[in-house]
């Protein structure tokens, strides 16, 4: 069964400041990973996602992250933060199969608050 | 390129009473997904539709049932409800296997 864990609820950083939200695995099977981010009283955005290949992951408005077999972690990070970075984060993975489908199994989130 | 529409955008029932949610997926998607995202928490899947069956289900009680038709669209439905049914449902979207899951603005269900 696939699991996530995401470290800290709640981060707080400067407006410019490095974002660094954790999150590690668990997967039976090779992992497909994601990073959603959601605002209040909408629906989830896809940020970024790792399925196979290259380890370091680009995504939209700035954001990356690296998927570490070793560690099983998927931490995502942004340079500079900025106030619109300010939502609720989601670490994901699939429980993905040819014949099966997928699911997404969810951390309980993280919420990003950006100061000025 | 319309993305994930969800219907109704709230809803408030009570207790013992039955709803219906609706998904209309990704323009090109033939797969749909349901998940549960209660208060403060990351959402919980209940279950996937492909080729108009189940094709995996989460913990959830038999309550809970699905429906896809043939243009892909779907329903949820929940009977007898329970004030802890109170949640943002949650519809997504994706290519059958396991393509990449797209997920709408969600239905907000309030159980009284």
């Known amino acids: 069964a696939q699991s996530v864990t995401q470290l800290g609820s709640h981060v707080s950083v400067s407006e410019g400041a490095l974002v660094l939200l954790r999150c590690n695995y668990s997967?039976?099977?090779?992992?497909?990973l994601f990073w959603y981010v959601q605002y209040p009283n909408q629906g989830l955005q896809l940020l970024l996602k790792?399925?196979?290949?290259?380890?370091l992951v680009k995504g939209i408005n700035g954001f990356e992250a690296e998927f570490k077999k070793s560690e099983t972690s998927f931490h995502l990070t942004k340079p500079s933060a900025h106030m619109s970075d300010a939502a609720e984060y989601f670490c994901?993975?699939?429980?993905?199969?040819?014949?099966?489908?997928?699911?997404?199994?969810f951390g309980e989130g993280t919420q990003l608050t950006v100061n000025p | 390129d319309a993305g994930v529409t969800q219907s109704p955008t709230h809803l408030i029932k009570t207790r013992g009473q039955q709803v219906t949610l609706r998904c209309s997926p990704k323009?090109?998607?033939?797969?749909v997904s349901w998940y549960q995202q209660a208060l403060g928490q990351g959402p919980q899947f209940i279950f996937q539709?492909?080729?108009?069956?189940?094709?995996q289900r989460g913990n959830f009680p038999d309550r809970f049932s699905g429906h896809q038709f043939p243009n892909y669209s779907s329903e949820l439905n929940v009977n007898a409800l329970l004030l802890g049914d109170s949640a943002l449902y949650l519809c997504?979207?994706?290519?059958?296997?396991?393509?990449?899951?797209?997920f709408g603005p969600g239905t907000r269900l309030t159980v009284l």
């Open positions: 997504a979207s994706s290519l059958w296997p396991t393509d990449t899951q797209y």
């Open positions: 994901a993975v699939s429980d993905h199969g040819e014949t099966s489908g997928s699911r997404l199994t």
């Open positions: 323009s090109g998607h033939d797969t």
């Open positions: 539709y492909y080729e108009e069956e189940e094709r």
């Open positions: 997967s039976s099977v090779p992992p497909y």
């Open positions: 790792y399925t196979t290949g290259a380890t």
